[in-house]
C-alpha cells in the first residue's frame, strides 16, 4: 500500500450526507456529517430536495479536507456510495432537478405496481431483474415523474432530460454536468436492469414506456466515473456502490455464503450468492452484490423498510427521546416481559412479505404501559424484522447461518444487538469500524485507482464486540411467534383508490 494517501468516501445515506476520510491503511480517520430535510407532502410520499443533498454533500467534503487534509493532491480518489432507488430527473442542459427526488421509501405508485402486475409482468422483471414488482424501486417512480411534471414526457422524449440514483447525480455535478453514469449495484434497483445480461432491458423499457436515453452509462463499481476538480487538482472517482452492496463489500463478504445486516434508516441484509444468478422461493430479492472487473457475484436480498426510521419515529414524531442513543437505556428500563409489540410497517412490508398498504400498528397495551415500553418495542421490533429476513435466507440458501455480521448506525444499540443475538439464537458480531458502508465505498476507490489490492484489504477487520445468546430457545421462539400474529395484523390495511 502506499503512504501518505487517503480516500475520500461521500456516503449519500436516507438521513444524512457524510464524507470520510481514510488512510492509505484502510484505517478511518476523520467524519463530517449533516443531516437534510425529509419531505411528507402527503401521507406515504417521501421526498429530498436534490440540491440540498448536493449542498450537504460538498458542504461534508470541503470540511473534511479544511480540517484534516493538508495537501489536496494526497487524495488519491474518491468513492462515493448512496441510498438506493432513490430516484431523480433533471434537465441535461441546466442540471436542474424537474422536481424533488422521489425516495425509496415513497409508495405512491403502489396502484402502478398493482396495474403492472395485473397485466402479469411478475416473472417478466423477476427474470430479468432479479426484484419483485414494488414501488420501492426507481421505475414507476419515474413513471410517475414523466406522467405528473408538466412537460415531462415531452421533454424526456426529446432527449432533454437526465435520470439517475443519487450516485448518478453525485457525480454529475462532481464532475462539473460532464458524466452521467451510475454502477451496476445501483442500476440493478431501477427495475428495468437485465442482472445477467448486464445491459439496461429494451423490452421492459418498452412495457414501461420509459425513453431510454433518459438513463445514464453503467460501469463496475470499480471503474473510472470521472474527475472532480478541486483547488486545482484532479481528483479521480473511481469507486461507486449503492449503499448495502457497498457495506457488504465493506465487511469483506467476497465469497459466497458470507453475508451482513446493515441496520439504517432500513435494514438490510445481503448474502453473497457467488457468480451463478438464483432466484429465491422465500420473498427475497436477488441483486448485483459485487461488480468488480474480473470478479462479479450476486447476492440475495432481504429488504426492511423501517428500522432506524422508527427510533428517528420515537424522537420526530411522537418526541419522547432526543436523541437515538437514549433508546439504550430506556429499554433496559423496562424490566418486565416483551409484551409490547410495535410493527414499524409506515410505508408497507418490503422483505419478505412485500405489502405496500400494510401500515404501522402497536399491540398489547395495557393501562401500565408507558413511552418506555414503546421504545423498548420499537427496538425489538429491528431484531424480529431481522429474524424474518434469516428465516427467508437459510431457506434460499439450504443453510443455517453461525452467526450474523452487523453495521449501520443503530448498532451502536447494545440492548438491541443483546436482544438481535437473543432472537436470532446466534453471534453477532459488530465490528469496530461500523461505517462499513463508506469502508465498502472506499475500498472500492482505493482498488479503482491501485491504492491497494484485494489481497492487502483481507488483512483488515476488527471486530468490537460479540453478542451471545442468552436467552433460552423456546422463549425466542415464543417471543417471535407473537410477533408473527402481530404481522399478520398489520397487512393489507389500507385500501386501493
Ligand atoms: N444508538 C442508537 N440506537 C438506536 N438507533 C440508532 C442509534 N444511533 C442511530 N440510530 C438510528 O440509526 C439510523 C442512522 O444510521 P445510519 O447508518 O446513519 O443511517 P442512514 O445511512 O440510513 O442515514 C437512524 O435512523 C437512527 O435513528
Ligand atoms: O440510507 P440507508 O442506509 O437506510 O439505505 C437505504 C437503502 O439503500 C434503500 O434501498
Known sequence: MKSGKYIIALDQGTTSSRAVLFDALANVVAIEQQEFSQIYPKAGWVEHDANEIWKTQLKVFEDLVAKHVENVSDIAAIGITNQRETTLIWDRNTGEPIHNALVWQDTRTSDYCERLKRKGLETKVRDSTGLVIDAYFSATKIIWLLDNVEGARERAEKGELMFGTMDSWLVYNLTGKKQHVTDMTNASRTMFYNIQDHRWDESLLKVLNIPPSLLPEVKNSAAH????????????????????????????????????????????????????????????????????????????????????????????????????????????????????????????????????????????????????????????????????????????????????????????????????????????ERPAVIESTAQGAAYLAGLGCGLWTLDELSAYRELDAVFEPVMKKEQADKLYRQWQKAVKRTMNWVEDD
Open 225 to 428: 466515473f470521472g474527475d472532480f476538480e478541486y483547488q486545482g487538482h484532479m481528483i479521480p472517482i473511481t469507486g461507486i456502490a449503492g449503499d448495502q452492496q457497498a457495506a457488504l463489500f465493506g465487511q469483506q463478504c467476497f465469497e459466497a455464503g458470507m453475508a451482513k445486516n446493515t441496520y439504517g434508516t432500513g435494514c438490510f441484509m445481503l448474502m453473497n450468492i457467488g457468480k451463478e444468478m438464483q432466484l429465491s422461493d422465500n420473498g427475497l430479492i436477488t441483486t448485483v452484490g459485487i461488480a468488480l472487473d474480473g470478479k462479479f457475484n450476486y447476492a440475495l436480498e432481504g429488504s426492511v423498510f423501517v428500522a432506524g426510521a422508527a427510533v428517528q419515529w420515537l424522537r420526530d414524531g411522537l418526541k419522547i427521546i432526543e436523541k437515538a442513543s437514549e433508546t439504550e437505556q430506556l429499554a433496559k428500563d423496562v424490566i418486565e416481559a416483551h409484551d409490547v409489540v410495535m410493527v414499524p410497517a409506515f410505508v408497507g412490508l418490503g422483505a419478505p412479505y412485500w405489502d405496500m398498504y400494510a401500515r404501522g400498528a402497536v399491540f398489547g397495551l395495557t393501562r401500565d404501559t408507558n413511552y418506555k415500553h414503546l421504545v423498548k418495542a420499537t427496538l425489538e421490533s429491528l431484531a424480529y424484522q431481522t429474524r424474518d429476513i434469516i428465516i427467508a435466507m437459510q431457506k434460499d440458501a439450504g443453510y443455517e447461518l453461525k452467526s450474523l455480521k452487523v453495521d449501520g448506525g443503530a448498532v451502536a444499540n447494545n440492548y438491541l444487538m443483546q436482544f438481535q443475538a437473543d432472537i436470532l439464537q446466534v453471534n453477532v
